[in-house]
């Protein structure tokens, strides 16, 4: 048996860039839990955001990779709890292996400044976040509520910020561009908690799994490279890396929640 598997990042992929609307993907989740493929969401955000995202979709409880792939969330409903290594989120799993998001605060504020603005998301708190990406205070206050990472908006020469990412490099962490922020976290990337995640699907049902990934920025090439179909969705906001030029990867021909709705409806409807 084949089980059919959607992994997404959800900014500029899933929700559209600007105004983070989904209304135009409708069709293809729709299509996703008639068939019963799993929709994952494979996201810098965090899992409270995810899970709110969830519902607003009117998705149920689905195996979900928060802040980068440093966190994967399982349903306790379709899981048992196989290392005791896991820890307990209500109704979820959660497996990991990295550092808090306090450990990275604290070396963040050891980096000196002089020639370096940065923004965290600790330091701007609700309001901040809400002003700097258009996210209303409630969404934004969700955005906060960080376990394992830390977006920064990082203002300096490009020698500057090589040596904040190399300060942080140097510590055991990295710096992964996402479409707005620079996020501070452990060694961890959305590509190898998919693997994961797969191949523990995979071992959990004695099942082979397919894999579709969809993502628009840097931080999703681990993701894309790691699926059997992987479909990069076009952006208004940057250029395409010659990465994605070289990986044989799909690219839409428009960006945002339109492109990514015909996009997994083309992989549904194809023999896979
Ligand atoms: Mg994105």
């Known amino acids: 048996m084949i089980k059919r598997l959607v992994f997404t990042d959800l900014d500029g992929t899933l929700l559209d860039h600007d ?26 955000k965090t899992f409270a955001e995810m899970q709110e995202l969830m519902a607003a979709l009117g998705l149920g409880p689905s195996p979900t990779i928060a802040e980068n792939g440093a966190g994967v969330f399982l349903p306790k409903a379709q899981f048992e709890r196989s290392s005791a290594g896991w820890l307990d989120r209500g109704d979820y799993w959660l497996v990991t292996q990295s550092e808090s998001r306090q450990h990275w605060l604290d070396l963040i504020h050891a980096f000196p400044r002089d020639e370096l603005s940065i923004q965290t998301f600790d330091a701007l708190g609700a309001q901040g976040v809400a002003e700097l990406t258009g996210l209303s205070v409630p969404a934004a206050r969700l955005a906060c509520q960080r376990e394992f990472s830390e977006p920064t908006s990082l203002q300096g020469s490009a020698q500057a910020i090589a040596a ?80 994605v030029s070289n990986g044989g990867f799909v ?10 709705c015909d996009a997994v409806i083309n992989w549904l409807m194809a023999d896979n």
């Open 19 to 44: 105004t983070y609307e989904f209304e135009q993907a409708m069709p293809a989740i729709e299509r996703l839990k008639d068939e019963g493929v799993p929709l994952i969401f494979n996201s810098s």
């Open 164 to 243: 904040f990412v190399d300060f942080i490099k140097s510590h055991g962490g990295q710096v992964q561009q996402g479409g707005r922020f620079n996020t501070v976290s452990g060694d961890c990337d959305k590509g190898r908690s998919m693997r994961w995640l797969a191949d523990f699907i995979a071992q959990t049902e004695g099942c082979q799994v397919n894999t579709l990934a969809l993502g628009d920025a840097p931080n999703d090439l681990s993701m894309l490279n790691t699926a059997d179909t992987a479909v990069w969705i076009r952006s208004a906001h940057r250029s395409i890396p010659a990465a």
């Open 251 to 260: 690219v839409t021909t428009r960006p945002g929640p339109q492109a990514w």
